[in-house]
């Protein structure tokens, strides 16, 4: 957690414990807040958050994340493994998970793959067991956002400070319709990688372009993100469309109750 992030809570907490807080929110800290005890001065000191904080503070980074809508849709549950590929892809992406020191997954492919679909539910899972915050942003609008304001130093710091500090980064489509021209797109990829390259914070990386182009668009991000990925990054080679080949399957499926029916 960001250390401001901290002395909130804390601060918080001690508010809600002078002021009593709501008796009825919760049975056991009594709406407190925290776990309480009396030391041997006979004074109260706090022993740690309540549950109900903990519980409180767990909803709102799903919230805060961009991903709340997508996570009961893309799980690794619905994932349809139909291929080597994809249980490879799905496999992978599970060990990234569960290994608390992996840094960079990067998934990479085109369109209609299941790239975004599996890295949700990688945040999902990240979420669920580390409970610590997730940021997802697609790509053009972090661009978008940065190029739309006049920002002052200090302002463009806090905005891009965002991305550079959070515990996890997910970026979709990254260097989607790059405009080449605009170098302080760039940039601002390679100030937000960099940093999180040099604290060794979680980012999850996906991209319609393979490891060679990313390379050729920028020599130094895509060193840095495969460095870091290590054994976590997959390339869709062979994946179909799944969206392709979802409305294929349900026209051969209307088709075929169709030739029953006239038959
Ligand atoms: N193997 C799969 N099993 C189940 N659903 C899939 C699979 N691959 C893709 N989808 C679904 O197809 C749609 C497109 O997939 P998505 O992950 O957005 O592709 P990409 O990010 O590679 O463009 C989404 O609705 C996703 O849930
Ligand atoms: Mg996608
Ligand atoms: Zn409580």
Not at 72 to 80: G, K, L, Q, V, Y
Not at 110 to 130: F, P, Q, R, W
Not at 224 to 251: C, P, Q, S, T, W
Request: one cysteine or more.
């Amino acid at each position: 957690m960001v250390l401001s992030n901290v002395s909130r809570l804390l601060e918080d907490l001690k508010r809600n414990l002078k002021e009593g807080a709501n008796s009825s929110d919760c049975p056991i800290c009594n709406g407190k807040r925290v776990i309480t005890k009396r030391n041997s001065l006979g004074l109260l000191e706090i022993v740690g958050p309540c549950d109900c904080t903990k519980q409180e503070y767990y909803k709102k980074i799903i919230e805060s994340s961009g991903l709340k809508e997508k996570f009961e849709e893309c799980t690794f549950e619905n994932f349809n493994a139909y291929s080597d590929e994809l249980i490879f892809a799905k496999s992978m992406c599970k060990s990234f998970v569960s290994d608390s020191l992996a840094k960079n997954l990067l998934l990479l492919g085109k369109s209609g793959t299941g790239k975004t679909h599996l890295a949700t539910a990688v945040c999902e899972k990240l979420l669920n067991i580390y409970k610590k915050p997730i940021l997802y942003v697609r790509y053009r609008e972090l661009v978008q956002r940065l190029k739309g304001l006049t920002l002052s130093l200090e302002e463009r710091e806090k905005f891009i400070g965002k991305y550079k500090n959070i515990s996890n980064l997910y970026i979709d489509d990254l260097f989607k319709n790059m405009d080449k021209r605009y170098e302080t797109e760039k940039q601002l990829v390679f100030e937000i990688l960099d940093y999180r390259y040099s604290k060794r914070l979680k980012t999850i990386i996906t991209s319609e372009y393979n490891l060679k182009e990313l390379l050729s668009i920028d020599e130094a991000i895509a060193g840095r993100l495969g460095e870091r990925a290590k054994g976590y990054i997959m390339v869709f080679d062979n994946v179909k469309n799944y969206r392709a080949k979802r409305i294929k399957e349900d026209m051969s499926k209307r088709y075929k109750s169709f030739s029953k029916g006239s038959g």
